[in-house]
């Protein structure tokens, strides 16, 4: 951190402790829009923003914002009330393009905005509806639906959700972090905006991500919801859409780069650890170029995790594992397989680095295992296949680039097509991360036909539905039933007739970062460590019985992912174990976690997990 930022943070600080002898009275003035009359307000923060006679949400001024506890709170671009009521009316109007345009599920907007006001008047009871009927509900909080909200979120955003700290806020996040109501927090999630899902950079209006990912915490891995805090650092945006657009909520400006970037994410950083020195900080949706350097830069020093590049790897070598099974054949048969990776951002590196890395360790962790493990992948980006001859590669495909000799016998040159690889390949898994809908097309599909796999697998990863790389239909009516298939949003199975069915399973990463940031909470690990992902990973790949994956289910259905996130979360306590990770969690310290055995552990884990009861609040004392 540089001096002039520990500068800020030291005045940011005295500002705190200056705060708190000067405003302990809950009462204080400001001034009102008519007649200029001081108007007394004996709340602050969150209470003034769910307040609906005092609330003004996104036309709070800075000045009423910094006297009243709101910064951060709000999305950091102040609107008058005129652009209100536009964004407002916009949206009332949007509905009917909404139905026409949105999802599969026409009404899935309305079921979104239904859910919303439900969580903002009742916590609980939005979550017992959630995991009681979780199938039917996360592809309206998760994706696909949480693509649409992002993108329509100025009309969308009601009461705000979560905070914001913004590239103004330089100097000010060490105060403003105690703006948050909960003495506790135990996860965040955070965005940049810069790569929701497969819709590019959403600026602000990313949040949406962070808040949908934070309820699969609480439905699935039973995190308190009042010690989750969604987070979104408003760097700018580098949307031309949102630039010019009147009615945008964050700051209208290009992204910061470079150290002015860093900078921003270091302060964030160092605040709310500062605040909370126990919270797991879960990175979401940040655009690669920032996703590799952050993780390198946090991973060692905090809580932390990238779930792009982490989770989406366990999540992916699980299912792969799954497609090997599928086969009839050993897990330790997975080295053997030949896998077309089309997409090499920050979640197709993930899987790269994670697969190679259990291949090799599959073959004795040699440094032959390791070339050999590198031969079983060929990568296909925006430019075609990556060789040594590409110019400019990026640093994190570097290694996977193919030699032009070897590619040469395979009839394959730098830059060769999505479908030239397929056919020179003959790939037992063609595995997309491209975030290009369709790219998987019948051509491409056709040419999978001459795999040398019994049962050839189709990853179609990509978010939200739109920009799945193919349809379960299309895979297969192409390949046949006997083909495997995962997708990243949900697809229903495909019916052959006479009671034969394509399996859709869900590729997603929800199957682990929930199981993820229990373990490394419940442990009291100060880092999330690869063998900790790793034994996340393997517990997925572990769960489905002989009898599923032969029938081409590889990944549970989501009505069972409290289940497997419960189990998930012990595998992870164990290996942190295995490694002396654990330094304990409340009252268990770290020497009776030591202690427990296997079914002790799943009962510590289930013990912690929070259930949507509703809690006494008054006794009888008579
Ligand atoms: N199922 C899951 O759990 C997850 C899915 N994803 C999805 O993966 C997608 C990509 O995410 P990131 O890697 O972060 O994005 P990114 O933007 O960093 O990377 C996209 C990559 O696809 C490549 N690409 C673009 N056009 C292509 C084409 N025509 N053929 C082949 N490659 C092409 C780009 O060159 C780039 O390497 C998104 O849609 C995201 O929603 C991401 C994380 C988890
Ligand atoms: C699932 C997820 O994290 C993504 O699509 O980015
Ligand atoms: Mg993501």
């Known amino acids: 951190?540089?001096?002039?930022?520990?500068?800020?943070?030291?005045?940011?600080?005295?500002?705190?402790?200056?705060?708190?002898?000067?405003?302990?009275?809950?009462?204080?003035?400001?001034t009102t829009s008519e007649g200029h009359r001081p108007t007394i307000v004996h709340k602050q923060g969150l209470d003034i923003l769910h307040d609906p006679w005092f609330n003004k949400g996104t036309a709070f001024t800075m000045t009423e914002r910094n006297r009243l506890d709101l910064r951060g709170l709000l999305p950091p671009n102040v609107m008058d009330s005129e652009q209100q009521i536009q964004r407002f009316m916009t949206d009332l109007k949007r509905l009917e393009e909404q139905a026409r345009d949105g999802p599969s599920d026409p009404n899935a907007l309305a079921k979104w905005r239904i859910l919303n006001r439900l969580h903002d008047r009742n916590e609980t009871m939005y979550y017992k509806v959630l995991i009681n009927n979780i199938?039917?509900?996360?592809?309206?909080?998760?994706?696909?639906?949480?693509?649409?909200?992002?993108?329509?979120?100025?009309?969308l955003f009601r009461r705000p959700r979560g905070m914001y700290f913004s590239a103004e806020d330089r100097g000010e996040m060490m105060s403003m972090v105690y703006n948050w109501p909960a003495e506790q927090v135990d996860m965040i999630v955070v965005t940049d905006g810069s790569r929701i899902l497969g819709l590019g950079d959403l600026g602000v209006h990313g949040i949406g991500i962070a808040v949908g990912k934070l309820d699969l915490y609480v439905a699935a891995a039973g995190i308190n919801p009042q010690r989750v805090l969604p987070v979104m650092i408003d760097v700018g945006t580098n949307n031309e859409k949102l630039l010019k657009d009147p009615m945008y909520l964050g700051l209208q400006q290009h992204r910061l780069e470079d150290d002015d970037y860093v900078d921003v994410i270091d302060e964030f950083m160092e605040a709310v650890y500062t605040r909370w020195p126990h919270v797991i900080v879960q990175f979401e949706d940040f655009q690669s170029k920032w996703a590799f350097k952050l993780l390198q830069r946090y991973r060692c020093t905090y809580r932390m995790f990238n779930d792009d590049v982490q989770g989406t790897a366990g999540v992916a070598i699980a299912g792969l594992l799954g497609a090997v099974r599928a086969q009839g054949r050993p897990m330790i048969d997975f080295p053997k397989m030949k896998i077309v990776v089309a997409g090499a951002g920050s979640a197709g590196i993930g899987v790269l680095n994670a697969a190679r890395?259990?291949?090799?360790?599959?073959?004795?962790?040699?440094?032959?295992?390791?070339?050999?493990?590198?031969?079983?992948?060929?990568?296909?980006?925006?430019?075609?296949?990556?060789?040594?001859?590409?110019?400019?590669?990026?640093?994190?495909?570097?290694?996977?680039?193919?030699?032009?000799?070897?590619?040469?016998?395979?009839?394959?040159?730098?830059?060769?097509?999505?479908?030239?690889?397929?056919?020179?390949?003959?790939?037992?898994?063609?595995?997309?991360?491209?975030?290009?809908?369709?790219?998987?097309?019948?051509?491409?599909?056709?040419?999978?036909?001459?795999?040398?796999?019994?049962?050839?697998?189709?990853?179609?990863?990509?978010n939200p539905t739109k920009n799945a790389e193919c349809t379960p239909q299309d895979a297969f009516s192409i390949l046949g039933e006997n083909m495997i298939f995962a997708s990243g949003s949900p697809f229903k199975n495909v019916e052959f007739g006479s009671g034969h069915v394509g399996h859709c399973n869900q590729g997603n990463n929800m199957y682990l970062f929930p199981g993820i940031g229990l373990g490394t909470l419940l442990s009291g690990a100060p880092i999330v460590s690869d063998g900790m992902l790793q034994a996340a990973s393997e517990c997925l790949a572990a769960y489905m019985s002989e009898e599923e994956v032969l029938q081409g289910i590889i990944y549970p259905p989501i009505s069972r992912i409290r289940d497997i996130t419960k189990r998930i979360a012990a595998a992870v306590i164990k290996e942190a174990i295995e490694e002396d990770l654990v330094e304990g969690y409340r009252?268990?310290?770290?020497?009776?976690?030591?202690?427990?055995?296997?079914?002790?552990?799943?009962?510590?884990?289930?013990?912690?997990?929070?259930?949507?009861?509703?809690?006494?609040?008054?006794?009888?004392?008579?």
């Not at 199938?135 to 009309?155: F, R």
């Not at 570097?398 to 000799?405: G, H, N």
């Not at 394959?412 to 063609?430: C, H, I, S, Y």
């Open 1 to 30: 951190m540089g001096i002039a930022n520990k500068l800020r943070l030291s005045s940011s600080l005295s500002r705190i402790l200056h705060r708190r002898i000067l405003y302990s009275s809950a009462a204080r003035s400001f």
């Open 135 to 155: 199938e039917e509900y996360a592809p309206i909080v998760y994706t696909p639906t949480v693509g649409l909200v992002c993108q329509n979120y100025s009309g």
């Open 357 to 462: 890395k259990t291949m090799a360790r599959m073959l004795g962790n040699t440094e032959t295992a390791f070339d050999s493990a590198q031969s079983q992948f060929w990568v296909v980006d925006a430019q075609g296949l990556i060789t040594e001859r590409r110019e400019n590669i990026d640093p994190e495909a570097q290694p996977f680039a193919r030699k032009t000799k070897e590619m040469e016998r395979q009839g394959l040159k730098e830059g060769a097509t999505l479908v030239e690889v397929v056919r020179g390949v003959k790939p037992d898994v063609l595995l997309g991360l491209s975030a290009v809908g369709g790219l998987f097309s019948k051509e491409v599909l056709e040419a999978m036909k001459g795999s040398t796999s019994t049962r050839p697998a189709i990853f179609a990863m990509s």
């Open 587 to 622: 009252e268990m310290d770290a020497r009776e976690l030591q202690k427990l055995n296997e079914e002790e552990l799943m009962e510590y884990v289930e013990n912690n997990m929070w259930n949507p009861e509703y809690p006494t609040l008054v006794y009888k004392d008579d």
